[in-house]
């Protein structure tokens, strides 16, 4: 959703929201992560290319209080619990 700064401030301000953050646009790098999974031995065994495939990711955010995100609290020379 875009909002002006005006709009985002009336949104913060509902009871029903508990947060608002800006919307950044980011560029995803694959030259590490296709090497690290071997999509490459993937599309070259299967004939894979994508072709015909539509992905839709909906982000709810995360749950800070999941085990595996124990570290939070930004010293990461600490793996203690976020405080």
Same mark, same amino acid.
């Given at each position: 959703?875009?909002?002006s700064a005006g709009e985002a401030n009336i949104v913060k301000e509902s +009871?029903?929201?508990k947060d608002?953050? +800006?919307?950044?646009k980011v560029?995803?790098?694959? @030259?590490?992560s296709v090497p690290a999974m071997?999509? @490459?031995s993937a599309r070259?065994?299967?004939g894979l @290319?994508?072709?015909?495939v539509v992905i839709a990711i909906i982000d709810t955010g995360i749950d800070a209080t999941h085990e595996s995100l124990d570290d939070l609290d @930004?010293?990461?020379?600490t793996n203690d619990l976020r405080s």
């Open positions: 959703m875009n909002l +009871p029903y929201v608002v953050y +800006p919307n950044y560029k995803v790098i694959l @030259d590490s071997k999509i @490459d070259n065994s299967f @290319d994508g072709s015909g @930004d010293n990461a020379s």
